[in-house]
């Protein structure tokens, strides 16, 4: 073979090989996340570790009507990348059929095994406790204050304020850093935020006065607790719940 046919035919080796390498180095494209729209006005585009307690509780709703309003018969049947409504499905949905539906929802739950129910229980005589003994910083209702704020030492254990089911654990919710929320009964749930680190996994069933978090200051300006107690979603005020004396 001449010099010039041995130098053509390393130039087209050169040339495919070439080809190949570009063909195999070319980057993965995860079309199936591109693709995905952004959710319209009164829908929510589930995130990974989203629970529906959380997503209701962020956008100040009754998990039990969003579940109803989704067709959801089970509130912990939600699935990553799926569209969840937020707003009734027709302008003149009536509260009845709500009603109706969210308390067979609300039958189901409380197969579930939770240590004890306090819904309807008056504060002065429920089983609730103060989540911590430290300083009262900020009552309910303060500026834009949904809660309570109680101010100590990093570390300090945070309690649970009465007996439970964590449903959420996470930092998922602006503002709040590390939170938990736990579900009492079918209407109340309590929220501790800014904690420093935590000390239950979701699902876990807890008792009221138990050991939940260590305080801290994740997603806040100082040490603190930042604790809520909702009511069918709606914040209320926890010193209508907690003891009067600490």
Request: glycine residues 10%; contains cysteine; aromatic residues 6%.
């Amino acid at each position: 073979m001449s010099r010039l046919a041995r130098g053509l035919t390393l130039l087209l080796l050169l040339w495919l090989v070439g080809c190949t390498s570009t063909q195999h180095s070319a980057p993965v494209r995860d079309v199936s996340l591109s693709n995905v729209p952004p959710a319209p006005p009164g829908h929510y585009r589930i995130q990974r570790g989203d629970t529906l307690y959380k997503i209701a509780f962020e956008h100040g709703l009754d998990y039990r009507a969003v579940a109803v309003w989704n067709k959801l018969s089970n509130p912990d049947h939600i699935r990553h990348g799926d569209l969840l409504r937020l707003t009734p499905p027709r302008p003149d949905v009536v509260a009845a059929p709500v009603a109706r539906k969210a308390t067979a929802i609300s039958r189901s739950l409380k197969s579930e095994p939770i240590t004890t129910d306090v819904h309807n229980i008056p504060a002065s005589t429920g089983p609730w406790f103060w989540p911590s003994q430290g300083e009262l910083l900020v009552g309910f209702g303060v500026g834009l204050s949904k809660g309570i704020d109680i101010g100590d030492e990093r570390g300090t254990l945070i309690l649970a304020a009465a007996s439970g089911k964590v449903v959420y654990v996470g930092s998922g919710l602006r503002g709040y850093g590390r939170l938990i929320i736990i579900r009492h009964d079918e209407a109340l749930l309590s929220a501790y935020a800014h904690n420093d680190s935590i000390l239950v996994s979701e699902g876990r069933n807890v008792l009221g006065g138990q050991a939940i978090a260590r305080m801290g200051d994740a997603d806040s300006d100082r040490v603190k607790l930042h604790f809520e107690i909702r009511e069918y979603g709606k914040p209320v005020n926890p010193l209508n719940y907690l003891p009067k004396q600490r």
